[in-house]
């Protein structure tokens, strides 16, 4: 069963514009939200999270958008930029057990 | 700290053989992780471990893969026989379980099956 699901495989957009990576999640017991970002040959490093008693957390060009009534979640990237371009993952956990992820969304930035 | 540390980082088998891949995790890390990353489900989690006892291996596909932590900094995630469809990249990770945070990965051990 996939409890967190990332229905667009890929995306792209241009340099400088906002990239938005989606995130559904059907367990509510799930408290805490994770986005991870993968290069090729190299293991997700963390990039940004947020706990489930927030709607949204900033760090520099990225934002996490938490809706949970949707059980829905959103990273942006503004201004994109090429160097973002890598496979992002979302996650979710409760009481930071059973981590789980989705598919994952490739995202590409254009120059 | 090194990271977590995956060994090896390739490995390539012939069907019907064992195989074991090794994590060692972050020191002083509670929580260890292995992972399989597939094109369809993403990072698909196979078992965790809290405190070196195995919390959940419902993710484990089949008997024969089995997972160890004999203690806070080894653990073994072992396939046999070895069979082509499970050729994939593994990942380990692992926390420090006290509140919300993140996990750090190893770098991966890409296993192919012939």
């Known amino acids: 069963d996939q409890q967190v699901k990332q229905n667009s495989p890929s995306l792209s957009v241009q340099e400088g514009r906002i990239s938005i990576l989606n995130c559904d999640y059907t367990n509510s017991m799930f408290d805490y939200f994770l986005w991870y970002k993968k290069y090729p040959a190299e293991g997700p490093t963390f990039l940004i999270s947020i706990s489930s008693i927030k709607d949204k957390n900033e760090d520099g060009r990225f934002t996490v958008f938490l809706n949970k009534s949707a059980k829905h979640l959103s990273l942006h990237i503004v201004p994109s930029q090429p160097g973002d371009s890598a496979v992002y993952f979302c996650?979710?956990?409760?009481?930071?057990?059973?981590?789980?992820f989705g598919a994952g969304t490739r995202l590409t930035v254009k120059p | 700290d090194a990271g977590v540390i995956q060994s090896p980082r390739h490995e390539v088998t012939e069907m019907g053989q064992e195989v074991t891949l090794r994590c060692k995790p972050i020191?002083?890390?509670?929580?260890l992780f292995w992972y399989r990353q597939t094109m369809m489900r993403g990072l698909e989690l196979l078992i965790y471990f809290n405190n070196n006892v195995p919390i959940d291996d419902s993710g484990m596909p089949e008997d024969r893969f089995s997972a160890k932590m004999p203690n806070a900094s080894f653990s073994t995630l072992k396939i046999q026989p070895s069979e082509p469809r499970d050729s994939a990249v593994y990942f380990c990770?692992?926390?420090?379980?006290?509140?919300?945070?993140?996990?750090?990965f190893g770098q991966g051990t890409r296993l192919t099956v012939v």
């Open positions: 990770a692992s926390l420090y379980r006290t509140m919300n945070t993140e996990a750090f």
């Open positions: 020191s002083g890390h509670n929580s």
């Open positions: 996650a979710a956990s409760h009481n930071n057990n059973d981590m789980r």
